[in-house]
């Protein structure tokens, strides 16, 4: 395990100090475009004090800032017991040193993430709709998948490079602006006239900067996009590994893909590649592949882990790899060390088919639990939801007429000591 996260770290460097070669370059171009032949070392100075900023943020408070974007809530185990009993399970196959805080997005699109900075502040946020579309089995193995990216320290690299991407479009942003409403136009026509053949040259040097503006945040995006598409096959290896049931995360993805409701109201560019799955859909279908794409194809991930019929080591999960892709696995060598993780069969009770009458209610209940709706039960046996803002203390049975009192009942740590 140790041996991958090592070389998990190595790979991940590289491609967050190519983000940042192609941030300090930008930012030395425009600075010789903006101020002149003495201007680039600037507009280096600029873009490592922007970069810089950007860090200490994300640093100090960049997952409340996602999980605050994404609209995610701090759940109790009352809200899902069966969510908190799975994140414990997985915590302690993971060998986490901390449980994770578990947030839930009121969105009815099936999806899941996790951030932080370290395993001992992790946090794993889920949506409604995940949880009442999937099994234990699925349910499990979504969580494997994102305990994975907590263990391989993904969550801070992938946070880092989010940043490194922010930084280098902010630049390139700025910079088109001035160019836009003229103002870096109007200092090169000055310096043209006080320059002469200079002038020509910055001129040149601007237009260069103008590409090198457009470009650059292309190129910082695919190498995010490599980064992030890596990642989501080594934490399906190691969800493989930590459930011993590859057939979990498989029918989970193949329902999420499936699934036909509008995509994650509130993904975007910065917090789509968190997502086990690209929470983006193209007409009306997800998009699974592409150089653009946040996410390896759903499809090809799927046929992996069913592809994994002799384990659920890492050794097992690169055979299937290479026999379904025909490519280099993206397990590093070290990792393929000689394990048996024996596949073990489904928890009972949870393969059969689910109704989507059952469904879509367990959505809209647990919608309603994160926004603090008060859940009552009758003596005749009739369940009532309450609003957040019902100010009565009192409400009255719509079947039998009984006046029930409105305040909570005392959960299991409460009372007097």
Request: charged share 15%; hydrophobic share 45%.
């Amino acid at each position: 395990m140790w041996e991958l996260i090592r070389a998990n770290k190595r790979d991940s460097v590289l491609l967050i100090t190519l983000m940042a070669a192609v941030l300090l370059i930008l930012g030395f171009i425009i600075g010789l475009a903006v101020i002149g032949p003495e201007g680039g070392v600037a507009g280096l100075g600029i873009a490592a004090v922007v970069w810089l900023i950007l860090t200490l943020v994300s640093f100090s408070s960049g997952d409340q800032i996602l999980l605050a974007a994404s609209r995610a809530q701090p759940v109790t185990h009352e809200v899902h017991p069966q969510l908190f009993n799975i994140v414990e399970e997985m915590k302690i196959a993971a060998g986490l040193p901390a449980m994770p805080k578990i947030y839930i997005i009121n969105d009815p699109a099936p999806n899941a993430f996790a951030t932080g900075r370290s395993p001992q502040s992790a946090s794993l946020a889920v949506t409604a709709g995940l949880l009442g579309r999937l099994n234990r089995d699925e349910l499990q193995g979504v969580v494997a998948h994102e305990m994975s990216h907590i263990l391989h320290r993904d969550i801070l690299y992938v946070m880092l490079a989010g940043v490194m991407l922010g930084g280098i479009v902010l630049l390139s942003q700025v910079f088109l602006r001035g160019v836009f409403y003229g103002s870096v136009g109007s200092h090169r026509r000055y310096s043209s006239g006080k320059q002469g053949g200079g002038g020509q040259a910055q001129a040149v040097i601007a237009i260069l900067a103008v590409l090198a503006a457009i470009l650059a945040p292309l190129m910082a995006q695919l190498l995010y996009f490599a980064l992030s598409r890596r990642r989501e096959y080594l934490a399906d290896a190691g969800a493989a590994r930590l459930t011993r049931y590859p057939e979990g995360l498989a029918s989970a993805l193949e329902k999420i893909a499936n699934d036909p409701t509008p995509q994650l109201a509130t993904a975007n560019d910065a917090t789509a590649p968190m997502y086990i799955v690209n929470p983006f859909k193209k007409r009306g279908k997800m998009d699974l592949s592409g150089w653009t794409s946040t996410h390896p194809p759903i499809a090809e991930r799927i046929r992996i882990l069913r592809s994994m019929a002799q384990g659920a080591s890492y050794k097992d999960y690169a055979q299937a790899f290479t026999a379904v892709t025909h490519a280099r696995n993206p397990i590093p060598a070290a990792a393929l060390t000689p394990e048996t993780v024996a596949l073990r069969p489904p928890q009972t009770g949870t393969t059969g088919p689910e109704k989507v009458q059952r469904q879509a209610r367990q959505i809209g209940d647990i919608m309603r639990k994160v926004n603090g709706f008060l859940f009552l039960t009758c003596a005749c046996g009739l369940k009532i939801k309450v609003p957040p803002d019902f100010r009565a203390d009192t409400l009255q049975c719509p079947r039998c007429g009984r006046s029930l009192p409105l305040a909570p009942e005392p959960g299991p740590g409460s009372g007097n000591g």
